[in-house]
């Protein structure tokens, strides 16, 4: 999760302003949404092995899921550096996110202001 807090802010801040932006236009009558701490980031659980952890491209990651509700954005990020020194972090595709999401669960979940003290509820 410290990889991501460092890595992902731009994709929470993006979603984050889609929803604001849904929450403007339902105050002046023109459609549904949320506000922006309706986005979440979500360590997903993979239901299969009961752990946190999926292969996806020969690499074992681990799955971030982030949501606003409506959309959501995923990345699988590496248990392990690869040999180069570095943490591989992959977005996924959409087919990618549809063959991992057979198996994956939403469990732990961080807001987005609440993001900086890694909380959960």
Avoid at 4 to 32: C, Q, T
Wanted: charged share 25%.
């Amino acid at each position: 999760m410290a990889w991501v807090y460092d890595h992902a802010h731009n994709k929470i801040d993006l979603l984050a302003g889609y929803s604001g932006l849904d929450s403007a236009m339902r105050a002046a009558g023109e459609g549904e949404g949320g506000t922006s701490n309706d986005v979440k980031i979500y360590l997903m659980k993979n239901s299969k092995s009961q752990n946190y952890v999926f292969k996806l491209k020969h690499h074992y990651i681990y799955l971030i899921k982030i949501s606003n509700g409506d959309s959501y954005y995923e990345a699988g990020v590496g248990v392990k550096k690869d040999q180069n020194g570095n943490v591989y972090n992959h977005q996924l595709s959409k087919s990618e996110m549809d063959q991992v999401d057979l198996n994956a669960e939403e469990d732990y979940w961080w807001t987005r202001d609440g993001f900086d003290d890694f909380g959960s509820d």
